[in-house]
């Protein structure tokens, strides 16, 4: 194969063909949805201040109680993952790109899964990290809001 351009275009477009359907198929089986809320954003932070303003429920004896609403500043960073390979040009040249594509469907089943590990790391931290409360998520003084 002569290396240009164009070939180096195809080459990725067939690459990234091959992560895309491997990472829609390890997508079905992922345990992450279950256990947590995902939130697409575009900003380079997520401000959660809103999750102590919801009382719980109550049954209504007489008037309704009103809840102050408390201030809580929690706010998560966005952070950025990437997974990168070469191809090399003299695999190019010798057409041996099929060399790569159990790599780049590799790519794309962890790309998929890497939310279960970050979900698996914060449950294995639940004990230990604060969260928006200032104690542990898994914590039997916890205030609950």
Excluded at 1 to 19: D, H, L, Q, T
Excluded at 62 to 75: D, F, P, Q, R
Excluded at 111 to 131: I, M, Q, V, Y
């Amino acid at each position: 194969m002569i290396v240009n351009k164009a070939s180096a275009i195809g080459a990725a477009r067939a690459f990234k063909a091959v992560f895309v359907k491997a990472l829609s198929g390890a997508a079905e089986s992922v345990f992450y949805p279950k256990i947590a809320q995902r939130v697409t954003t575009t900003a380079g932070e997520v401000d959660y201040s809103w999750l102590a303003s919801i009382p719980g429920m109550k049954k209504l004896k007489g008037a309704a109680e009103i809840a102050s609403l408390e201030l809580i500043n929690w706010i998560i960073q966005n952070e950025e993952y990437h997974s990168t390979i070469e191809v090399k040009e003299a695999d190019m040249e010798r057409d041996q790109l099929g060399l790569y594509t159990q790599r780049f469907e590799m790519m794309g089943d962890g790309a998929a899964r890497h939310p279960d590990e970050l979900a698996a790391e914060a449950l294995l931290n639940g004990f230990t990290a604060k969260d928006y409360t200032g104690t542990s998520f898994f914590n039997a003084t916890k205030k609950h809001f």
